[in-house]
Every structure is written in C-alpha cells, then in structure tokens.
C-alpha cells in the first residue's frame, strides 16, 4: 500500500517535471553579452545548435520588460506587415534572411540607442522536441575604454618592440596577439598625432586576428600603440620612450638659420643688381635723348609728369 503510494508520487512527479520541461523548453546559458556603441550596430546572436533550416519556423525576440522585439512566423515579420512590433524597435531591427538556413535566428538592431540596453530573449516555442529559448545581454555604450577583462575576443595590451635603429631613427613594432572583431592599430607620438604606419601585417587564426604595424620615429620621443576595437567599444595601449641620439648632435635651427641667411643673401643680390641695370640704361636713354632734340622740353624732369604743363612750358 505505501509502497504504491510512493512510486505513483514518484510517476506523478516525474510527470510535472516532463511536463514543466515541455513548457519552458530547453535553455541556453550562460547569457551571452553583446556590446555596441551607440549609433551603430547590435547584433543579437541567435543560433540552433542543429543548425536546421528555420525559414518555416517561429521565432520571437522580446527585452526585459516582454516587449516585441522582432517575431519571425514562416516568412512574416515585423518589417513586411505582420503587426505587433513595440514602438521603440520599429524599423530598427532586422533579421538575416540568408542565415536562416543554418538555423541563425540572429537579429540586428540599427542604430543602436541607449535605452536599447537590457535583456533579451530569443524563443522557438513550437520547435522539435522541445522549445527553445536563449538570452543575450545588450550593452549600448558611448565610450571607448579598455574592455579586455569583460569581453572574449577583446585585445590585450600590444606589445612594443624595436626591430632596427640608427642614431637618426628608430623602427619600431607593434604586435596586436590576437583580437575579434579585427582591431585597428595605429601610432601617437605625444601630441596625439598620428604617426605613419609603414607596414602591415594581419593573419587570422578562427576569428582572431594577429596584426603587426611598424613605425620609423626620428626625433626623441614618448611614442603610443593604440589598438581600437570599434564595435565592441574597446580600445587598449602600450607606450614607449624613443631616443633617438641623432637628434641631439646637430642644432636643427643652425641649419634654418644658414638656409636663411642665404635666401636673404641671394635676394638682396638680385634686387642690386637690378637696379644697377635700371640706371645703367636710364642713364644711356637720358643722352640719346638729350643728344636727338637740344632746345627739347626734358622727359626726365622731376617736377612735372603732366604732358599739359609740358606744352605750355
Ligand atoms: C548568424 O548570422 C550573423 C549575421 O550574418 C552572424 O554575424 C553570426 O556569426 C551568425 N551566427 C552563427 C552561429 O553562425
Ligand atoms: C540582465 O540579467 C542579468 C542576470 O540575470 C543581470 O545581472 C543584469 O543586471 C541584467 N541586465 C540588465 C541591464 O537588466
Ligand atoms: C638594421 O639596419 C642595418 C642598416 O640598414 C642593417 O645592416 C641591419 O641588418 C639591420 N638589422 C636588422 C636586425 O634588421
């Protein structure tokens, strides 16, 4: 009797808990954090394990507060005429068509806006056999700062080192070990204005990428690697002190100095000279004249220019 009792308890309760598995379907953890800056793009990802064809599936997309995202039924959605969508998201969030085959159910929410941040919830309610049912945490910043203790694919510090140097110039190299989304990579020197990036290397290893950029710095200088990951708003650097020995030898303004002094020079020697030959055929003009008409009125006199006077005179 109280045996019975017990395994039908034991049926009863596995019944409830098959039955609750079949309601709330299978979830996916951990949430998985997405970060995007504002005005820009967020992509929520979304993704069957299957990778089966989901074109003539249902998939919603709700935030925190079950809002209506996105809803994809078999073809109709938000952005051809199925009805539902919540004001914030209208004409913002699109899904990819192309991806749906391998079961990316994958949304993107452009332009970003901050109150976009928050969680999210993508569910297949009517897939075989169970449901489905993701989370994805958004995170809508607007400023770029060093990430790379919170996000995977973010980029450690780069690491400076030099490959070559003289006593005029020193090359230099900036090695980034390995970032996603690929990271953009440039040179500062202390004023914060870009240096020029001679070279270039890149290789990818999965998703990540390995990205070399050389520098040639001349002059004595604190110099910066700056690596900018833009989409996730992560942005990382190393510095480095340059002397260069050259650039203490000779006086740069001793060289404008003489370069000057001889402009100087050769322009005051050019307009002597002009003037020289000025008076010189002046001079051989004035005698021509005087020598043709005697008793003439003088063209050359200082004292008038008015041709009127001249005749009266
Ligand atoms: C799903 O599709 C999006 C957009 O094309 C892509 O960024 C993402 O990597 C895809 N996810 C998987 C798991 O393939
Ligand atoms: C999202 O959910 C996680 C875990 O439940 C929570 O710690 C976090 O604060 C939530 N984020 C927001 C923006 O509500
Ligand atoms: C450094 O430069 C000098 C002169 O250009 C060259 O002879 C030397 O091989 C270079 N060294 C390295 C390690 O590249």
Same mark, same amino acid.
């Given at each position: 009797?109280?045996?019975?009792?017990?395994?039908?308890?034991?049926?009863?309760?596995?019944?409830? !808990?098959?039955? $609750?598995?079949?309601?709330?379907?299978?979830?996916?953890?951990?949430?998985?954090?997405?970060?995007?800056?504002?005005? &820009?793009?967020?992509?929520?990802?979304?993704?069957?394990?299957?990778?089966?064809? *989901?074109?003539?599936?249902?998939?919603?997309?709700?935030?925190?507060?079950?809002?209506?995202? !996105?809803?994809?039924?078999?073809?109709?959605?938000?952005?051809?005429?199925?009805? #539902?969508?919540?004001?914030? !998201?209208?004409?913002?969030?699109?899904?990819?068509?192309?991806?749906?085959?391998?079961?990316?159910?994958?949304?993107?929410?452009? %332009?970003?806006?901050?109150?976009?941040?928050?969680?999210?919830?993508?569910?297949?309610?009517?897939?075989?056999?169970? $449901?489905?049912? !993701?989370?994805?945490?958004?995170?809508?910043?607007?400023?770029?700062?060093?990430?790379? #203790?919170? *996000?995977?694919?973010?980029?450690?510090?780069?690491?400076?080192?030099?490959?070559?140097?003289?006593?005029?110039?020193?090359?230099?190299?900036?090695?980034? %070990? &390995? $970032?996603?989304?690929?990271?953009?990579?440039?040179?500062?020197?202390?004023?914060?204005?870009?240096? %020029?990036?001679?070279?270039?290397?890149?290789?990818?290893?999965?998703?990540?990428?390995?990205?070399?950029?050389?520098?040639?710095?001349?002059?004595?200088?604190?110099?910066?690697?700056?690596?900018?990951?833009?989409?996730?708003?992560?942005?990382?650097?190393?510095?480095?002190?340059?002397?260069?020995?050259?650039?203490?030898?000779?006086?740069?303004?001793?060289?404008?100095?003489? +370069?000057?002094?001889?402009?100087?020079? #050769?322009?005051?020697? $050019?307009?002597?000279?002009?003037?020289?030959?000025? +008076?010189? +055929?002046?001079?051989?003009?004035?005698? *021509?004249?005087?020598?043709?008409?005697? &008793?003439?009125?003088?063209?050359?006199?200082?004292?008038?220019?008015?041709?009127?006077?001249?005749? *009266?005179?």
């Amino acid at each position: 009797m109280f045996s019975r009792r017990v395994s039908l308890l034991v049926l009863l309760s596995m019944y409830v !808990f098959l039955l $609750a598995e079949r309601v709330t379907g299978q979830e996916h953890g951990p949430r998985v954090k997405v970060f995007a800056a504002e005005g &820009g793009d967020a992509v929520l990802p979304c993704s069957l394990s299957t990778k089966q064809n *989901i074109q003539p599936e249902l998939f919603d997309w709700k935030d925190y507060a079950q809002k209506e995202v !996105f809803m994809y039924d078999a073809g109709v959605h938000y952005n051809n005429g199925r009805p #539902g969508q919540d004001e914030h !998201f209208r004409g913002r969030v699109f899904h990819f068509e192309e991806d749906l085959k391998y079961g990316n159910a994958s949304i993107i929410i452009r %332009p970003a806006k901050i109150t976009d941040s928050g969680n999210y919830t993508c569910i297949f309610p009517h897939l075989q056999p169970s $449901a489905q049912k !993701f989370h994805v945490e958004l995170v809508v910043d607007r400023t770029l700062k060093d990430r790379s #203790g919170e *996000i995977s694919g973010a980029s450690p510090k780069p690491y400076i080192s030099i490959l070559n140097e003289t006593k005029d110039w020193s090359r230099l190299q900036c090695e980034v %070990p &390995g $970032a996603s989304p690929k990271p953009n990579v440039e040179w500062k020197d202390s004023a914060g204005n870009l240096l %020029p990036a001679e070279e270039l290397q890149v290789s990818s290893r999965g998703d990540h990428h390995y990205v070399t950029v050389l520098t040639t710095v001349t002059k004595t200088d604190r110099v910066r690697c700056v690596v900018t990951q833009e989409e996730i708003l992560h942005q990382t650097e190393a510095e480095t002190f340059v002397f260069i020995s050259g650039s203490l030898c000779e006086d740069p303004s001793n060289k404008v100095d003489i +370069v000057g002094w001889l402009l100087i020079g #050769g322009v005051l020697g $050019a307009a002597i000279l002009v003037v020289v030959l000025f +008076v010189l +055929v002046a001079t051989k003009f004035i005698t *021509i004249r005087r020598n043709k008409g005697s &008793g003439q009125q003088r063209e050359d006199s200082a004292s008038s220019k008015d041709p009127v006077k001249l005749q *009266i005179l």
